[in-house]
């Protein structure tokens, strides 16, 4: 085996980044753990200057592609510049030309992470992306090689940091969500654009990937139904409290008879349920399969370290695979074609805050509509009574989305609706 194992990094900012510092700190230890020392032969970035104040060598800076795709003895690429492209064009020529791949890149994994599995397994190439679902907790490995033995049934997780930081300051400190966005801007958790957060759709990228890997059938993030967290008030998660429950952002897979079900929603969940324990910016991902029944994975989701630690710990299982001339043990896992239910067909309890004129016979009239739509409701409570309005919280029993739907739509048209203010899932 070679003395030393040439790399280079795409990309430079948060997470690669993160990868220069912890192979610095592993500098002692590599040799012995691997057999050989990992040197960042080169880094491709847009700002050299910026980047040289990040490393010990500038000259190891390129804003040349080729210098790396050209180099026979860079062996490991690491993609950590995000978006789709250069970034595809650039994993596919690093694979192209022999070189094994790691990358964090939720975004393209989610959209054409088969095009690069194939192409990774037609080179004989390792293409490893532990970083891209829940940055350093381990969940991609675990499901491809401990849990292999199981069918998985469901995995569901809290995959988005943002959102579970500003929904635990909104049920720990009563904020209303701007504020709690606010205040995650400030730390530096949100992006002066927090579109894709708190949208559900980083959640939603991260929950294609997991579902692909978790039930061995391609799930694209056009797959998944996705909903944010911007309707959701401090007055919801009083009423979810009062009731037992906490309000989270979860990414929710489950492998049906019908088909593989993908969403990502807010969802009340019982207080006792092990995710509702997972506050401020934590990641945690559930998964149950039908040998090793129910774990859970916990951990900091995003970050300069964490996510590098997922990062070089992909970077040295390529290094023990080529050791062993054993690359690409380890492929794509999709070899199955399961179709993908559409949300509309999904059933699921619901919790309801709906505003109503307060006069007699109000509650007959609503709970005669969902009755004609299938809709049982399994709990009913009036909670406040201002200005001749009153407030309905309910949760029914499970229905399917499209008889749901087909309820409210009614009830939106009835004069004595003043406004449905919230529709939650309920575990
Ligand atoms: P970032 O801080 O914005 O850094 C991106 C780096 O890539 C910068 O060094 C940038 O160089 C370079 N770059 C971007 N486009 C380039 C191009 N066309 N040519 C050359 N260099 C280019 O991003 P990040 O937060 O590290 O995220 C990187 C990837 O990791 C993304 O796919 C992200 O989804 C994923 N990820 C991030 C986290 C996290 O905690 N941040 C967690 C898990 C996964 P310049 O600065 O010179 O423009
Ligand atoms: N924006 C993501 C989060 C981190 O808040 O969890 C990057 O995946």
Known sequence: MNKVTKIALLGLGTVGGGVYKVIQMQQEEMERKLGTRVEIKKILVRNIQKAA????????????????????????????MGGIEPARTYILEALKAGKHVVTANKDLLAADGHILMETAAEYHCDLFYE???????????PLKSSLSGNHIKEVMGIVNGTTNFILTKMTQENMEFSDALKLAQDLGYAESDPTAD???????RKMAILASVAFNSRVTFDDVHTEGITKITAKDIRYAKDMGHVIKLLGVARNT?????????????????PLASVNDSYNAVFVRGDAVQDTMFYGRGAGELP?????VGDIFEI????????????????????PIVPAEETSSKYFIRIRVEDKTGVLASIAAVFGNNSVSLAQVIQRSRREDCAELV?????VKDRHLNDALTILRGMSIVRDISSVIRVD
């Open 53 to 80: 104040l990040k490393v010990k060598d500038p000259s190891v800076l390129t804003n040349d592609v080729k210098e790396i795709m050209q180099d026979p003895e860079i062996c490991i690429v690491v993609e950590v």
């Open 131 to 141: 970083a891209a679902v829940a940055g350093g907790i381990p969940i991609i490995g």
């Open 198 to 204: 708190v949208e559900g759709l980083d959640a939603g």
């Open 257 to 273: 008879d019908n088909g593989i079900e993908v969403m990502v929603h807010p969802m009340l969940i019982d207080e006792q349920h």
């Open 307 to 311: 996510t590098a630690s997922a990062v």
């Open 319 to 338: 290094i023990r695979n080529m050791a062993f001339n054993c690359c690409g043990r380890i492929g794509c896992t999709c070899y199955k074609e399961l």
């Open 394 to 398: 309910m949760i029914t029993e499970a």
